[in-house]
């Protein structure tokens, strides 16, 4: 069978011309007129990927920048044999060159986004950047073709002084209009045989004088070109021809530069209309919201929510197709008009589209078959010329399909052996249905023969199907019923329509009882299977419903958990301010220890109240937690009351006491070493007895065992700046004058850490690095207040 009139049947050249609307070049359009049923799944996946990559980008709102490009191989024909080229096929080779590089860059910049398209760029990495050639054409040639005046230095100068004669010419004419205006017929200035006449009337032409150059239909005006500027006029004719020349040379010349890089050209052509040709497909499935089919090699289809892309999607019923997984053969049975043609078309042209490497208009996870080849035999080709009859006509497809199907093939039979006698076409067509069902064929059948609806049901791999038919809107509803066989409704439709009902009694008597039990059978399943869909329509609510719970569910949660981690990240924030602040008022304190110490000179021991007074305040700094009130802590608390005699922690000091008396409801007296302080009950904790306590005195001991030399070589700035820092405070508690850091040399991280940590110490008072004999810049030696 011809696969042209395969192409022609299912209106495969429609889906073509779809395409090309969204196409920019000359190219693409020939590449898409050669779209074909393609056998070979690996170059199917290519195209396939291809096409979903250029869809990823157009969801992005870009597109791949494409101008409109008319196809240059003819000119690159013309250059390979050394011949020139016009200033418009120029322009069309600036155009590519410019496209080549802008292609480059789109796709540089995705990359630079994180976003790869490794089908596309297979394509977009061979285009080959001419930047000098690209820069040549673009300072010589316009986008019409014409010739710039930049592109040479002759030509600039040329047609300077074209401009120059011309405004002479127009001055002299200006003042021939304004002294000679009654000779005139008009006042304008106009041009005849390339030069510029004024309109003179006939009966002044002596006496204007100049040379004639035509006249008026009606020969009462004269257009003559005046002696005073036959000369500028000859001089612009010989500067136009100067002009010609110097363009010629110019084209030539560029011709010359391009012919070594003509393959170049070819190639970035190639690659331009490749990539048009994909992101023309992926517009064109974005335009049907067609998805990327998955294909099977054992030819299991199952087209999910399958429309025909040439019907208006909001009047076109989808339908869920499957084949060739339990059954290889589809029989769908029931009268006209139900839509059994428009699901056979559908079949074939998505099959064909995902074949050659378009998206196809069904829902997400649709697969499809790999055929070697798509039959169909649809519609009424009687053929006057031949003088075949519709069912010859048919016959002759058919005897076509048969000679070339295989187990690989695909058979589409639209009304299988209509046009000629009932019993013999019904037989006939059982006995194809059972050849192509021998030789493994996938094939989707519709018929009127009741006698197919019994052969479905009793052959292997084969089942019965019919489209849908509403008995109380006498319409049908388009939709496919696999499973389910067609039944004739005549009857009931004339019942609705009026019709007597002695003639319809009689009617009835006239169907074989086989006939009646069938069609009980077929009404039996249609309201077996309405009511299977009404349970699953039920169970679909309920089960979207839970869904949709579930997904408030997940959503409050993630907020719970966003909302968590905020209040976490802003605790720790305030900790650690709080800590901050608290590490600056403990250096605060200890710094006036250290003060004291020095005011007391010789007397070592400093007096206990100072002593506990500091530790008040460093006390404070700890934040008291806020407890939530219930019964729990208030039984706590009752236990926790206090007693004279009673041994407490004094919170705000960090002291140990013992309650002497109480004072009154919130207020204690509190034995604390030789003193007695008034203390507020919220601020003593109940302790345990313990042994009494070694009086403890903070002395400064003159011959401590702190070196006077830290050495931190080798270690890491962090670590050496924190070692630092301890070993200043014990230096100055041991009141050595001055100590010496060993850093060392490096490359001079540790020792400008040393230094910019000494520069902040409220006690040192200067340093300096050491003697050359004694370390020289690879130690400091520090000098305190």
Not at 239 to 253: A, G, K, T
Not at 503 to 526: F, K, P, T
Not at 725 to 734: C, E, H, N, T, V
């Amino acid at each position: 069978m011809n696969p042209e009139k395969i192409y022609q049947t299912l209106e495969f050249h429609k889906i073509q011309k779809a395409i090309m609307e969204f196409t920019q070049t000359e190219l693409a359009n020939e590449k898409i007129n050669q779209l074909e049923i393609l056998t070979d799944l690996n170059v199917i996946s290519r195209l396939q990927n291809e096409t979903e990559e250029a869809y990823s980008i157009i969801k992005q709102s870009k597109n791949i920048p494409i101008p409109r490009l008319d196809s240059l191989n003819n000119s690159l024909r013309r250059l390979k044999i050394g011949a020139s080229l016009n200033g418009l096929e120029i322009s069309q080779v600036g155009k590519v060159l410019s496209t080549a590089r802008q292609i480059g860059d789109f796709f540089e910049d995705l990359a630079a986004e994180d976003k790869f398209f490794p089908n596309l760029s297979e394509w977009s990495d061979q285009v080959v950047v001419l930047p000098d050639i690209e820069k040549l054409i673009q300072v010589s040639i316009a986008e019409d073709g014409s010739v710039l005046s930049s592109a040479s230095t002759k030509l600039a100068q040329i047609r300077r002084n074209q401009s120059n004669t011309e405004n002479q010419v127009r001055t002299q004419l200006n003042q021939l209009l304004k002294n000679k205006a009654n000779e005139l017929s008009d006042s304008l200035i106009t041009m005849r045989n390339g030069r510029y006449v004024l309109p003179v009337k006939a009966e002044y032409r002596h006496r204007f004088g100049g040379t004639v150059h035509d006249q008026s239909s009606t020969g009462q005006t004269l257009y003559i070109e005046p002696q005073s500027i036959a000369q500028l006029n000859n001089k612009r004719s010989e500067l136009q021809v100067e002009e010609q020349r110097e363009i010629e040379v110019i084209l030539n010349d560029i011709s010359m530069q391009l012919a070594p890089f003509q393959a170049h050209i070819a190639l970035n052509q190639t690659v331009i209309a490749e990539l048009d040709f994909i992101q023309s497909k992926a517009m064109y499935a974005k335009s049907i919201n067609a998805i990327k089919p998955k294909f099977s090699t054992e030819q299991q289809i199952a087209m999910w929510q399958a429309r025909h892309p040439l019907i208006d999607p909001d009047k076109i019923v989808a339908n869920d197709i499957l084949i060739g997984d339990q059954y290889q053969a589809l029989i769908i049975t029931g009268p006209n008009t139900g839509g059994k043609t428009i699901l056979l078309k559908t079949l074939g042209i998505i099959q064909m589209m995902g074949q050659s490497g378009l998206h196809i208009p069904c829902e997400e996870g649709s697969q499809l078959g790999v055929f070697d080849q798509v039959f169909a035999d649809i519609g009424d080709e009687q053929s006057i010329e031949q003088n075949l009859s519709t069912f010859s006509s048919h016959m002759t497809n058919i005897v076509s399909i048969i000679d070339e199907a295989t187990y690989q093939s695909l058979l589409l039979f639209d009304e299988l052996g209509s046009g000629t006698d009932p019993q013999e076409g019904a037989s006939l067509a059982m006995a194809i249905l059972e050849y192509a069902r021998k030789i493994g064929a996938t094939v989707m059948a519709t018929t009127h023969y009741p006698e197919l609806k019994v052969y479905a049901h009793d052959a292997p791999n084969t089942i019965n199907a019919s489209m849908e038919f509403d008995s109380i809107t006498l319409s049908p509803t388009y939709r496919l019923l696999i499973g389910v066989p067609g039944r004739s409704n005549a009857l009931e439709i004339s019942k609705r329509l009026g019709l007597r009902d002695d003639i319809l009694e009689s009617a009835r008597s006239g169907i074989s009882q086989d006939n009646q039990s069938i069609n009980e059978m077929v009404a039996n399943l249609e309201r077996e299977r309405r009511q299977s869909e009404l349970n699953a329509e039920q169970t679909q609510r309920e089960l979207d419903e839970a869904e949709k719970l579930l997904d408030d569910l997940r959503t409050e949660y993630q907020r719970w958990m966003s909302r968590k981690e905020t209040i976490e990240a802003n605790a720790i924030r305030q900790a650690n301010e709080k800590i901050t602040e608290a590490e600056e008022k403990a250096e605060k304190l200890i710094r006036e220890i250290r003060e004291l110490q020095l005011q007391q000179g010789n007397d070592t021991t400093i007096k206990e109240h100072v002593l506990i007074n500091k530790k008040s305040q460093l006390s404070q700094l700890k934040q008291a937690e806020k407890l939530k009130k219930n019964k729990v802590l208030k039984r706590a608390k009752k236990q926790n009351e206090l007693k004279v005699g009673q041994e407490v922690e004094v919170l705000s000091y960090g002291q140990r006491g013992s309650i002497i008396e109480k004072v009154d409801k919130d207020t204690y007296l509190v034995q604390l070493g030789i003193l007695k302080m008034k203390i507020d009950a919220k601020d003593l904790n109940p302790i345990e007895a313990v042994a009494p306590k070694t009086k403890v005195n903070v002395q400064r001991k003159a011959g401590s065992k702190v070196q006077t030399t830290l050495d931190i070589r080798g270690e890491r700035v962090e670590e050496g700046l924190n070692r630092l820092s301890q070993y200043l405070d014990s230096a100055l508690l041991s009141n050595h004058p001055m100590v010496t850091i060993i850093h060392g040399k490096g490359t001079g991280a540790l020792r400008s850490g040393v230094q910019q940590a000494l520069k902040r110490h409220p006690q040192v008072d200067r340093f300096e690095y050491s003697p050359p004999n004694a370390g020289g810049d690879g130690s400091t030696i520090v000098y305190f207040k």
